[in-house]
Structures are given as C-alpha cells and as structure tokens.
C-alpha cells in the first residue's frame, strides 16, 4: 500500500535534546491526521521535517512519494502549510490576500479569478472580499489563511495549531472546511490540544516528549483502554487518591476537574470500591482524554522499568 506520508524511526535533535525520536506514521489519502499532545511534545518539530523545512538527525520519511530530505524542494509545491500565526497582509483585503497568494503559487492569470471565488465558498467568508484583514474577526482570519494556503489545490495540508485563540464556534466551522478537503481526496495532518477536534480525525496520532505513543482510530484508541472505568466523586479527593491508587483492583486513578476517574481491572470491582469509600461509582464510555493519560501511564511505567 502507498502511502501519503510514510516513516520510519523518524529523529531530530537539536543539540543534546531529542525533540522527536523514532516515530513511524503510516497516513493515507482522504485521512484526516490530528496530532496530539502536550507544548514541546514534538509535533511542531514533525510537521516540519514533513514539509521539507528541517533535516532529519536520522530516520527516514516520505511525502507524497518524496524523500523529505533528498527531495525537500519537491514536496514543497505539492503541499499546504498553515502555522497557528498565519500570513496575512492586514492592510490588503481579503480578496488582495488571496490573489497575492494565487500568484506566490503561479496560479495562471487566467485561472486565478476563478479559483479564488472557489476559496471564498469554501472558507465561508463570501461578502468579506473587499473587507480589509485588520478589521476581521480571528474566526474569518483563520478560514481566510486555510484559503490562502490551499489555494494550489494541495494533496497534503498541515496545519499547525491553527485553532488556537477562537471561538469553539470558529474552531467547528474550521474542522467542517478540514472534512472537505479531506472528502475530496486530500490528506490533512493538523496538531491539536483540543479533544473534541482529534474526535472528529480519522486518525491520531499521540505524542508525548518527542515520541509517538499511539496512532489510529479514535474508537480503536478508546477500545484499547483496557479494563472498566468509573467516575467517583469524593470529599476531598486529593486526600484520597494516594489510598484509591494502592488498591490493587485499581489500574490508574486521576483528576477530571473535581472528580476522580478509576480505571479498574473489570466491572465485578466497582461494588468493592463502593464498599470501601461509602459511594457509589458511575461507569463511564472512555473518552480521548482518559486513553492519553494511559498512554502516558503505560509509557512511565516503561521508563522506570528500564531504569
């Protein structure tokens, strides 16, 4: 199988620091990718050896059939590359930024007006085109810079937080534009911290201190998740959770906002634990959230284990 992005034992340091270390991604046409995970977990650092931007330390990738080191100046033109501060020219109006754009990327004159009106439909901000960037909002800025950088008809797309400081409004009619693309055959990889966008990808990627953790499914990803997981809501639960977590039928313990989610070996052990702190457990459908605090569990275990 050929696929849009493919690598293996991907690295790069900077100096002693390894900001990505050893990934392989396997992502194919139409998928939507989201990478997750923490500041500095790698994914800027990813995304940007995939663009042909940064050299590898070691590994290898390819893009679109391109080997990203051999070949950078190649992939460049095939893809869109959006960053959370995107590129507009805040004295131009929208229909001035697109047009610049058109001709950054050598769209013929005679193509350009019609693939612009294409970009306004799709980024929803018809009646804006004469509107100056400075005086629009940051949801129409966002749609308005997705409309610049695919303007080339791109197969592969990588945004890199470009959800950041909107509206959940914003961020949704965003993802919408993301599905389209997708739907009409092109491959999106686009870093995220929020859950309810990586729900909407077709795969995810977790990364934590420069590693992957996990890629695939959102529902693979929650099916892994191993054992019964309830919701406890205790008194105190800081000065309850170091008890919870030596029980032996408890797999892990942590914080939702005021609650404490249990993952337990299997569901005979919720009456144990009712018995033991006096309330009554609710059972919960793992989310996002609950299997990347596994993942890391599972990775820190790990590393002690090698210690």
Request: charged share 25%; aromatic share 8%; glycine share 8%.
């Given at each position: 199988m050929?696929?849009?992005?493919n690598?293996s034992?991907l690295?790069r340091?900077f100096?002693?620091?390894?900001?990505?270390?050893?990934?392989?991604?396997?992502?194919?046409s139409?998928?939507?990718?989201?990478?997750?995970?923490?500041?500095?977990?790698?994914?800027?650092?990813?995304?940007?050896?995939?663009?042909?931007?940064?050299?590898?330390?070691?590994?290898?990738a390819?893009?679109?059939?391109?080997?990203?080191e051999?070949?950078?100046?190649?992939?460049?033109p095939?893809?869109?590359?959006?960053?959370q501060k995107?590129?507009l020219?805040?004295?131009l109006?929208?229909r001035?930024?697109l047009?610049?754009y058109?001709?950054?990327?050598s769209?013929?004159?005679?193509?350009?007006?019609?693939?612009?009106?294409?970009?306004?439909?799709?980024a929803?901000i018809?009646?804006?085109?004469?509107?100056?960037?400075?005086?629009?909002s940051?949801?129409?800025?966002q749609?308005?810079?997705?409309g610049?950088?695919i303007m080339?008809?791109?197969a592969l797309?990588?945004?890199?937080?470009?959800?950041?400081?909107v509206?959940p409004?914003?961020?949704?009619?965003f993802?919408?534009i993301i599905?389209?693309?997708?739907?009409?055959?092109?491959?999106?990889?686009?870093?995220?911290?929020?859950?309810?966008e990586?729900?909407?990808?077709?795969?995810?990627?977790?990364?934590d201190?420069?590693?992957?953790?996990a890629l695939d499914?959102?529902?693979q990803?929650k099916?892994?998740?191993?054992?019964?997981?309830?919701?406890l809501?205790?008194?105190?639960?800081f000065?309850?959770?170091?008890?919870?977590?030596?029980?032996?039928?408890?797999?892990?313990c942590?914080?939702?906002?005021?609650s404490?989610h249990?993952?337990?070996?299997?569901s005979?052990?919720?009456a144990?634990?009712?018995?033991?702190?006096?309330?009554?457990?609710?059972?919960?459908?793992?989310?996002?959230?609950?299997?990347?605090?596994?993942?890391?569990?599972q990775?820190d275990?790990?590393?002690?284990?090698?210690l």
């Amino acid at each position: 199988m050929t696929y849009t992005v493919n690598t293996s034992d991907l690295s790069r340091k900077f100096g002693s620091f390894i900001a990505v270390d050893k990934i392989n991604l396997k992502i194919s046409s139409g998928e939507v990718c989201g990478f997750l995970g923490p500041n500095g977990a790698g994914k800027s650092t990813a995304i940007r050896m995939l663009c042909g931007i940064l050299k590898p330390s070691s590994g290898k990738a390819e893009v679109l059939g391109f080997d990203v080191e051999q070949d950078s100046e190649k992939i460049k033109p095939l893809i869109g590359y959006m960053s959370q501060k995107f590129s507009l020219y805040n004295d131009l109006s929208v229909r001035e930024n697109l047009d610049f754009y058109a001709g950054i990327y050598s769209i013929p004159v005679r193509e350009r007006k019609r693939r612009i009106e294409k970009m306004i439909l799709l980024a929803g901000i018809k009646g804006e085109e004469n509107a100056l960037v400075a005086s629009l909002s940051p949801g129409i800025k966002q749609r308005l810079a997705l409309g610049c950088a695919i303007m080339a008809r791109p197969a592969l797309v990588f945004l890199d937080e470009p959800t950041s400081g909107v509206s959940p409004t914003a961020r949704r009619q965003f993802f919408n534009i993301i599905q389209e693309l997708a739907a009409g055959g092109a491959t999106v990889i686009v870093s995220t911290h929020f859950m309810d966008e990586a729900e909407r990808c077709d795969k995810i990627a977790f990364f934590d201190q420069g590693r992957l953790l996990a890629l695939d499914s959102p529902d693979q990803l929650k099916k892994s998740l191993a054992g019964c997981l309830v919701k406890l809501d205790l008194p105190e639960p800081f000065k309850q959770i170091k008890t919870l977590e030596s029980l032996s039928f408890v797999k892990e313990c942590s914080f939702h906002g005021l609650s404490l989610h249990l993952l337990l070996n299997d569901s005979n052990d919720i009456a144990g634990l009712e018995d033991i702190t006096g309330f009554k457990p609710i059972r919960l459908t793992p989310n996002l959230e609950d299997v990347f605090i596994n993942l890391l569990r599972q990775q820190d275990k790990e590393e002690r284990r090698e210690l």
